[in-house]
């Protein structure tokens, strides 16, 4: 799938500093440590409605990583996934009556520009479920003849399904109890339910065709595949076996997260898939977490039709901490353009060498992105009339992605 422009990214001088980042998975800040090439999967939308903020608040986390893995010399390869063939995006197109694949071509042009506009950094591989449907399915394969995975008895659609058990440590990933699991599994697309199955937390790995759905043909006859073994398969089939970095919303956690990890580690035999399990909190609205099913949704490309500056739009998400659950409101983007405009006005002023200020920011996104301790070093940059400003533009521009010149 077509990616969207990067953003020039400027040099700035000195030395980057080694990314510590929340790991999900042992519940502390450890640091990155990837080689030459940082690997990062990071979850992509399901393309059934246009961008919201949450969505574009998790986009930016993970472009943060990558910007100071940049700034560390690192080079990044980034995979990004589109799941554009699921049960949501059917449900909707089939609400609305139009077409499913002509519904998530158009969603995902509106996040593409959406993403430019915001000047988030593209995936090199940016890789739609559908696109990836044959190799998927070589993975369905390679887990039944491994002995990990097995049919429902049921015999008009005899689904394929994954036994947890056989990754020998399922739920390292999120630590979560079962009866947590459980009541997640039901709520985020499980089926903990389905007649037949092993393990109630046993996630779906090929549903074979239905009349009206869309299916391929497959080893395992004509069908569609689960939703985790699409991320395990997109990351590890480019990235390697093992990552740097498994990113998402904390939405994710369990099952998706679990379950793309288990998947990819039973078929490559190495542990742990991803070395840093890192998940963004939820951006909410009155109260209530943004999401599509709720419909309280404030969009991208509405703030951008409204006239909105992008660059004002990551400021008010950054404003708050990353893993912080935390609202948006016409309040936090009044106070994002008041300081857009206060850093602006600093941004080519001359005065004395302000790279300390830098270093600053350095030290403070290196700390699992601390970035409300970057917005109050940048306030005081901006508030000081001796401190010069073109060198503290061109990192807000490296570091943060925020254009001020
Ligand atoms: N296609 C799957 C991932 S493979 C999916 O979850 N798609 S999504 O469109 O529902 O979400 C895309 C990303 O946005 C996910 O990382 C999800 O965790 C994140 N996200 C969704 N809602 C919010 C929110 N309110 N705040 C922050 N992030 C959110
Ligand atoms: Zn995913």
Excluded at 374 to 381: R, S
Aim: glycine share 10%; hydrophobic share 40%.
């Amino acid at each position: 799938m077509q990616s969207w422009p990067s953003p020039p990214i400027p040099g700035i001088p000195g030395a980057g500093r080694q990314l510590r980042l929340y790991d999900s998975a042992t519940g502390e800040v450890r640091p990155t440590d990837p080689g030459p090439t940082a690997t990062m999967y990071v979850c992509g939308i399901t393309p059934y409605d246009a961008t919201h903020l949450g969505h574009a608040a998790t986009y930016l986390t993970f472009d943060l990583v990558h910007r100071m893995w940049l700034d560390a010399g690192h080079q990044v390869h980034y995979v990004q996934n589109i799941t554009d063939v699921d049960d949501p995006l059917l449900e909707r197109a089939n609400r609305d009556g139009v077409y499913w694949g002509k519904l998530a071509e158009r969603e995902i042009g509106l996040f593409r520009d959406d993403m430019t506009a915001l000047r988030v950094i593209p995936p090199a591989d940016y890789i739609g479920a559908v696109e990836a449907v044959d190799e998927i399915a070589v993975a369905v394969r390679q887990l039944i003849d491994a002995g990990a995975a097995y049919r429902v008895p049921d015999e008009q659609y005899p689904d394929v399904y994954f036994d947890v058990t056989t990754s020998g440590h399922f739920g390292y990933e999120s630590r979560y109890d079962e009866a947590t699991m459980l009541h997640l599994s039901a709520e985020r697309g499980g089926d903990p339910e389905r007649p037949g199955k092993r393990h109630p937390l046993d996630p779906l790995l090929w549903r074979m065709a239905r009349p009206d759905e869309p299916s391929w043909d497959s080893p395992m006859g004509p069908g569609r595949p689960g939703w985790h073994i699409e991320c395990a398969v997109i990351a590890a089939n480019r990235l390697g076996p093992v990552i740097d970095l498994q990113g998402g919303g904390s939405d994710l956690i369990f099952p998706h997260h679990e379950c793309s990890a288990a998947h990819a580690e039973v078929l490559s035999g190495k542990r742990p898939f991803a070395r840093h399990y890192t998940h963004a909190g939820m951006i909410g609205l009155d109260g209530e977490k943004m999401s599509k099913s709720r419909g309280n949704l404030v969009f991208v490309s509405r703030l951008l039709h409204q006239g909105v500056d992008p660059m004002a739009m990551r400021l008010g998400l950054l404003a708050g901490h990353y893993r912080q659950d935390r609202a948006w409101s016409d309040e936090v983007l009044v106070a994002a353009e008041e300081r857009l405009s206060r850093w602006r006005a600093a941004a080519g002023r001359a005065g004395a060498d302000a790279d300390g200020v830098v270093e600053a920011m350095r030290e403070r996104l290196a700390d699992d992105l601390d970035t409300p301790a970057v917005m109050a070093a940048l306030d005081a940059w901006a508030a000081d009339d001796r401190l010069a400003g073109p060198a503290v533009a061109a990192a807000a521009d490296a570091l943060l992605g925020v254009r001020l010149i």
